[in-house]
Structures are given as structure tokens and as C-alpha cells.
């Protein structure tokens, strides 16, 4: 059996955009033909596309950098290059990625829907796009822009509709596999679990749901005691929560106590996690050598509000009423938790302190410098804010006040790179 994997962390780059092509036209009886340097290829994006036969991110533990292709350079002919070749990561579903250094949300990939996780640079323009009336031979063409680089957190979080929580060896595992065709590991020990399980589990026809098993949770689970709270997380979408304690006494513990504890390091784990609906299974009911302890626990949980049954998994005996009053349940709550994304890209620092290079031909103004490239592959010129930012980087650098000295006018053209805006005060 394969081991499960739910945490990686990958770092993923996606491809640089060609490079523009100086070229000529050379034809028989074509005289000065012109400028024709094709514009370089869109390097490939890195994809993220949710695989239904992963069930763990087992993948991601030898392989940790993902590169996509380059986009190969223009040529002539007016010819331009290839685009970089995609890179397509499939993961499981329900994956939620993360932003590796801020740990915000940047997509939860439970729906079929692929993700682009990193764009591809632009492609840079051939010298076809700068002839002027006066510059008839342009020399020049624009490198492509460089892709980009992430560190990301990849966090498995199984999408089930309830989840079974309890101390190991109360009878989860057999639950499971009396209302499901899952077959989890069973015996008569402590975390015989030590991953989760799922199970469907079909009530009637045109009614069932996902039910989980989730490794059993000890006293300092939350602190990291025992499994600790690895596992906690794939109780985070359930909807519904199932309790199981054994009420048998056959361990010589105390029901209400091992049912307290529990709700205790859930708490400390999320509260929101403890305030999910929850019902309580008491199990073991067929070996049990007194009720005292079953009494107990049905006075203390149904005292709380919470509905409590008496089973016997592995008789299978109360299984079917458990089952029935679940799928009831969940009728009444919401669809499991889709978690929407948090992370804001964040502008880089750019050292704008080197100097630039301006030259003026006709009405327009091509400015050159270092760092304008590396500024420009971090501009979204489709949103408001992004552009903001761009401007704001460009007057603080000094470019503004010294084309203003030049004697730039209102309307003129300010060409950067592959981009060209018109000028206003």
C-alpha cells in the first residue's frame, strides 16, 4: 500500500518568453523591403488539474521543482517563435495551495477546474514594430520577459460529508466497514489507522455520502502527542461530525471523560472545528459489562443538545439507525466548505536606482534601463491597482522628471520594452 502523503511543498517556474528577431526582407526585385524580425513565443504556464484517481500527493515527496518550457525566439520572415509547452501538475482533489512563505489560501482545487498557477513570460517583439518614417531600420528587437518563480504548500484535505473522530480503538475502522464497501485495516490495538480512510456509503436509493475515518485522536493530540493533528485537517470540510466512544469499559476508561477530551482537542485544534454539528455513536455495547458507563455518557451527551446512539459495529447492530439519522442531518446543513483564496500578490522591491537610458525619435520616447524588465514581468496592465503601482514605481525612479526636463509633451509615446502609453502630466 502506497504512503500517504498530505503536505509538500514544491517550487514551480514557469517559462521565459522568446526573444523578439532583428531581420531584414531580402527578396529578388524587392528593394528595401523592410524590417520583418517576428516576435518571440509566451513561455508555457504552469497548470494545476485535479486527478480523481490520486489519493494522496505521494508525487510531490521526490520531485519538488517544476519547470515549464521556454517560448522559442522570433525569426524572419515576420515569423514568430513557438510558445513555451504548458506544464500540467495533477493533484488530488480537494488540494488547497498555499503561498509557501505568508500561508495564505491561492486556490482550493476541488473543483474539475484547472488552475494557472504561474503564468508564462511574454514574448518579446520582433523590429518590425519599431520602424518610424524616420528610424526605417530599426537595428534593435525586445527580449522576452522571464516567467515566474513560486515556493507553494501543497495541504490534501479530503472532501467528505461526515468524519469520525474518537480515541484509537473505539471502533471507527469497523464502523467504516460495515456502512461502506471500504476495507480499513482492523485489529484489536492502538492506531491500527495511521492514515485516513473513506468510505460511500449509500443510504437508499438516490441518497448516500462520503464518510471518513480519521486516525484516532489522543490526549496532546493538538500539541503534536501521538499522530498529532496531521490528520485533524481532513475533518476541516465535513459537515457533519460522528463521535465514537466505547462504552464496553473494556480498557477501564471512562466514557464521559474520553468523550470530554476529545471535544477538548478539537477545540484547542479549531473551535470552529468544535461547534460543527455532531452526533455521538456509543459503541461496544454488545460486550459491555454494565450500562453505568452507557447511562453516563447518554445523560452528559444529550444534556449538550447532541442525539446519541447505542451500536455495536461489529455486530452490526444501531449501524443502520446511525446511518439514517446522518443522511437526515445533512439534508439540513450546508455543501461542504470550498475555501476561497486570501493571497494578494504582492508587488517585489525594485531597485530603481539604476540609471536609464532615453532616446527621442519622432513623437516617440523609448526609454531603456536595467530594471525596467524585471519591473514590467510583475505588472498586471489589466488591473487598476497593478498599474497604479507601475506608475507610482516609475515617478518615484526620477523617469517622469527627467523626460519632463527632455521636453516630452502631453500625447507624445513613451515606448518600455514591449509596452508603449501615451504620455499626460
Not at 471518513?212 to 489522543?218: K, L, V
Not at 527621442?360 to 520616447?365: G, L, N, P
Request: hydrophobic content about 40%.
Amino acid at each position: 500500500m502506497p504512503q500517504f502523503i498530505d503536505t509538500a511543498r514544491i517550487t514551480v517556474r514557469s517559462g521565459n518568453g522568446g526573444n523578439g528577431a532583428v531581420a531584414f526582407h531580402r527578396e529578388k526585385y524587392v528593394a528595401a523591403g523592410g524590417p520583418d524580425g517576428g516576435d518571440g513565443g509566451r513561455g508555457g504556464d504552469i497548470v494545476l488539474q485535479v486527478d480523481d484517481h490520486l489519493s494522496t500527493l505521494m508525487d510531490f515527496r521526490y520531485k519538488r521543482k517544476y519547470t515549464a518550457g521556454n517560448g522559442m525566439d522570433g525569426s524572419g520572415k515576420r515569423c514568430t517563435g513557438r510558445d513555451g509547452e504548458d506544464l500540467v501538475i495533477k493533484v488530488p482533489r480537494g488540494t488547497v495551495v498555499r503561498d509557501a512563505e505568508s500561508r495564505e489560501i491561492i486556490c482550493d482545487m476541488s473543483s474539475g477546474e484547472p488552475f494557472i498557477l504561474a503564468r508564462g513570460g511574454k514574448g518579446g517583439w520582433g523590429n518590425k514594430h519599431f520602424a518610424t518614417p524616420t528610424r526605417q531600420v530599426p537595428n534593435f528587437a525586445k527580449a522576452g520577459l522571464p516567467g515566474q518563480t513560486r515556493d507553494v504548500l501543497l495541504e490534501l484535505k479530503l472532501l467528505a460529508d461526515v468524519g469520525l473522530v474518537g480515541f484509537p480503538n473505539v471502533g471507527k475502522s469497523t464502523l467504516l466497514s460495515v456502512v461502506s464497501k471500504a476495507q480499513p485495516k482492523i485489529a484489536n490495538y492502538h492506531f491500527t489507522t495511521l492514515f485516513p480512510n473513506l468510505g460511500v456509503v449509500y443510504v437508499e436509493e438516490g441518497v448516500s455520502f462520503v464518510l471518513a475515518d480519521i486516525p484516532g485522536i489522543i490526549e496532546g493530540a493538538s500539541e503534536g502527542a501521538g499522530l498529532g493533528h496531521d490528520f485533524l485537517r481532513h475533518i476541516d470540510r465535513c459537515r457533519l461530525l460522528i463521535h465514537v466512544v466505547d462504552v464496553s469499559g473494556s480498557e477501564g476508561r471512562d466514557p464521559v471523560a474520553d468523550f470530554e477530551a476529545i471535544q477538548a482537542e478539537l477545540k484547542e485544534y479549531s473551535p470552529e472545528l468544535a461547534a460543527r454539528p455532531m452526533m455521538v455513536a456509543g459503541n461496544k455495547v454488545d460486550i459491555a459489562a454494565d450500562r453505568t458507563g452507557l447511562e453516563a455518557l447518554k445523560a452528559h451527551v444529550e444534556g449538550l443538545g447532541m442525539p446519541f446512539f447505542e451500536l455495536s459495529a461489529a455486530a452490526h447492530q444501531g449501524t443502520r439507525e446511525l446511518v439514517m439519522a446522518a443522511a437526515q442531518r445533512l439534508k439540513e446543513l450546508p455543501p461542504i466548505t470550498v475555501y476561497e483564496p486570501t493571497y494578494v500578490e504582492r508587488p517585489p522591491e525594485v531597485d530603481t536606482s539604476a540609471p536609464l537610458d532615453i532616446a527621442h525619435e519622432d513623437d516617440t520616447w523609448i526609454v531603456e534601463g536595467p530594471w525596467l524588465q524585471r519591473l514590467m514581468a510583475n505588472v498586471n496592465f489589466g488591473d487598476f491597482e497593478s498599474r497604479s503601482w507601475f506608475d507610482k514605481m516609475l515617478r518615484q525612479s526620477g523617469l517622469y522628471d527627467r523626460l519632463e526636463e527632455m521636453g516630452i509633451q502631453d500625447g507624445d509615446i513613451v515606448s518600455l520594452y514591449n509596452l508603449e502609453f501615451e504620455y499626460q502630466k
